[in-house]
C-alpha cells in the first residue's frame, strides 16, 4: 500500500482512542518542587557535562489565527458598515499606541474613535500600505518596547532568551528554529539586525540554524466521503501534517540538551530572571533523571553481566548448589529489577504488568529505561486551550505519562470526560530534552512515535470543505515513547500571544 492509500485509509478507520486512567495532577504525575528541590535542580544543571545545548522554537507558518478577528472587523469596515466598538479591530485602534509596532510616523500622532481610523489602522497593521503583518510569520512581529527605544521582536526574545538559560561552556549559544522557506530572508533579517549587538552586550556567540518542515512528511487531503481532494486542475491537494512532523527536525538537532518553547511565548525582559530559573531547574531535573537512569542500566549491564567482555547474553551460568540456574533470576538481579521498578512507578508513573518469567522482567525493565528523556513544565489550568497531561494505559498493559489534545479523548466515554474535567494542569510547551542514551549514542527520535494518535480535522480550500490529517504531534504521540517527568512551573512563565490583543497584557507591556 502506498502513502496515499494509507493515508485515505486511515481516514475511514480514524485513530483509536487512548486508554486514560486520570488526569495527571500533584497527588500523582505531576512534581511541585519545593524552594529548595528548585535551587538544588538549577545548581545541578551547569554541574554535569552535557554533550552541548540548543534552544529549539518551533516558528513554522504566518501569523493569520494572531490576526484573524482584525481580519473580520476590517471585512465589515471595508463594507461601509460599523464595528462594535467591544471588538477586536476596536480595541486595537483604541490602543494602538501601547503596542510595540506602533509609531507617529505610521499610525498618526492620535488616537481617533472614528470608524475611518479602525479601517486605518486594521490596514496599516494586515496590508502591504503599512506592516504587512498579515501575511508575516509571529516571529518577525514586534512585541515588546523598552525604555532605551528598543523594540524586539518574538524572535529576538528568543535570542535573549537562550544567552540566559542555554550558554554552552564555549560561550556559544545554538538556536534552531523551525520556519517555512518563503519566511527564511524575514527570519534572517531579524538576525542581521541584532546579532552584532546581543553578542556584544551578553559575550556570547550566536549559532542559529533555520530548518523547514520537510514536504514529504505532507499528508493527503480528503472530501467528506473520504476520497482524495482533488484541485481544479484534477491533481491531489497535500497539506503540511501538523506540528508532529517536526520530530524529523528535532531528530536532526545534534546537541544533547534541548530546550523547546513555541515562538509566541515569550514576555518582556523584567520576567527574564525568573524564566531563566524555572527553565535551568527543569534542565537541572532532566539531568537527574537522566543519571539516575544511566546508572541503572549500567547497573542492570554489571549484574546481568550484559556488554561485559568474555560473556554472551542470555547465557545459563551455574549456580553455587551446583544446579544450573538463570542468571536473571538471581537475588541481585531481581533485588535491582524490584528498586528500578519503584523507581519508574515513584517518578514516571510507569507501572510495569507482571512479567512471565526472570528474563522478560529485566528486558521490560531495560527496555522501559533505555528512551529519551523529556521534563516538561506544566502550569495551573486557567482555560486555556490545548493539551494537557494524562495518566494512560499503554497497549502493553504499562502506564505512562502523555500530553493529550482535548480532539484525543472521547467524548462518548464518561470516564475519559470525567478525567479531563478533572485535570488541574495544561501543558504550555516549556520542554526539556536529553537525547542520547547511556552508551552514548543518540537515539533515533522517530523510533519512538505512537503512529496511531494523529489527529483528523476538518478544514476548507478555496471554499470548499475537507479533511485533513495531521501527524502525531510534536509533544503528543511524537513523544509518546519517551520517558516523561511533569514538574509544576509558575503561570508567569506562561506568556502566549494567540491573538494580537494578548500583547496588551502585563507580560507584553512596560513596568
Keep these: 500500500m502506498n502513502k496515499v492509500e494509507s493515508q485515505v485509509e486511515r481516514f475511514k478507520k480514524g485513530f483509536p482512542w487512548l486508554n486514560i486512567l486520570a488526569p495527571a495532577t500533584p497527588e500523582r504525575g505531576i512534581r511541585q518542587l519545593t524552594e529548595q528541590e528548585a535551587e538544588a535542580a538549577v545548581a545541578y544543571e551547569p554541574a554535569f557535562p552535557v554533550r552541548g545545548r540548543c534552544k529549539f522554537v518551533p516558528a513554522s507558518g504566518a501569523a493569520s489565527r494572531m490576526f484573524k478577528d482584525i481580519f473580520a472587523g476590517l471585512d ?103 520556519i517555512s522557506p518563503e519566511h527564511r530572508s524575514l527570519f534572517e533579517a531579524v538576525l542581521t539586525e541584532v546579532k552584532a549587538a546581543y553578542e556584544t552586550k551578553y559575550g556570547v556567540r550566536y549559532n542559529v540554524r533555520f530548518t523547514f518542515q520537510d514536504p514529504e512528511t505532507d499528508t493527503v487531503a480528503v472530501d467528506l466521503d473520504n476520497k482524495p481532494f482533488l484541485k481544479d486542475d484534477g491533481s491531489m491537494l497535500f497539506r503540511p501534517a501538523g506540528h508532529g512532523a517536526l520530530i524529523h527536525n528535532l531528530d536532526a538537532v545534534n546537541e544533547e540538551l534541548i530546550s523547546i518553547k513555541n515562538i509566541d511565548n515569550v514576555s518582556n525582559d523584567r520576567f527574564l530572571p525568573l524564566n531563566a530559573r524555572w527553565k535551568k531547574a527543569l534542565m537541572g531535573k532532566c539531568l537527574e533523571l537522566r543519571d539516575k537512569i544511566y546508572m541503572y542500566l549500567t547497573e542492570l549491564d554489571m549484574v546481568t553481566m550484559e556488554g561485559i567482555r568474555g560473556f554472551e547474553p542470555f547465557v545459563i551460568v551455574p549456580a553455587h548448589n551446583g544446579l544450573q540456574e538463570d542468571r536473571f533470576g538471581t537475588p541481585e538481579v531481581q533485588s535491582l529489577c524490584q528498586e528500578i521498578e519503584e523507581f519508574l512507578s515513584r517518578e514516571l508513573c510507569i507501572d510495569l504488568p507482571l512479567a512471565k518469567d526472570c528474563r522478560s522482567r529485566v528486558e521490560a525493565i531495560r527496555e522501559k529505561l533505555n528512551r529519551p528523556i523529556r521534563v516538561c513544565g506544566m502550569v495551573r489550568n486557567e482555560g486555556q486551550p490545548g493539551g494537557g497531561p494524562f495518566l494512560i494505559k499503554e497497549e502493553d498493559g504499562s502506564t505512562s505519562l502523555q500530553i493529550l489534545e482535548s480532539v484525543q479523548i472521547n467524548p462518548d466515554d464518561p470516564a475519559a470526560v470525567a478525567a479531563l474535567q478533572a485535570a488541574t494542569h495544561f501543558n504550555p510547551v516549556d520542554i526539556v530534552c536529553c537525547t542520547y542514551d547511556y552508551q552514548g549514542e543518540k537515539f533515533r527520535l522517530t523510533d519512538f512515535v505512537d503512529e496511531e494518535t494523529g489527529f483528523i480535522s476538518r478544514k476548507s480550500w478555496q471554499g470548499r470543505e475537507l479533511k485533513a490529517l495531521e501527524l502525531p504531534g510534536l509533544w503528543n504521540g511524537a513523544m509518546s515513547g519517551w520517558n516523561t517527568l511533569f514538574v509544576e512551573v509558575p503561570a508567569e512563565t506562561f506568556s502566549p500571544v494567540k491573538v494580537v490583543l494578548d500583547l496588551l497584557k502585563a507580560p507584553h507591556q512596560p513596568a
Design 76 to 178: 465589515i469596515l471595508k463594507k461601509g458598515e460599523d464595528v462594535d466598538p467591544q471588538s477586536a479591530v476596536a480595541k486595537l485602534a483604541a490602543s494602538i499606541d501601547r503596542f510595540a509596532f506602533w509609531s507617529k510616523e505610521l499610525f498618526g500622532p492620535e488616537i481617533v474613535d472614528s470608524q475611518a481610523f479602525r479601517r486605518s489602522v486594521a490596514e496599516k497593521v494586515l496590508t502591504d500600505a503599512g506592516l504587512g503583518y498579515g501575511a508575516k510569520p509571529k516571529g518577525v512581529i514586534r512585541f515588546h518596547r523598552y525604555a532605551d527605544g528598543e523594540c524586539r521582536t518574538a524572535f529576538a526574545e528568543h535570542l535573549v532568551e537562550g544567552q540566559a538559560y542555554m550558554r554552552n561552556e564555549d560561550g556559544s549559544v545554538n538556536l534552531t528554529v523551525t
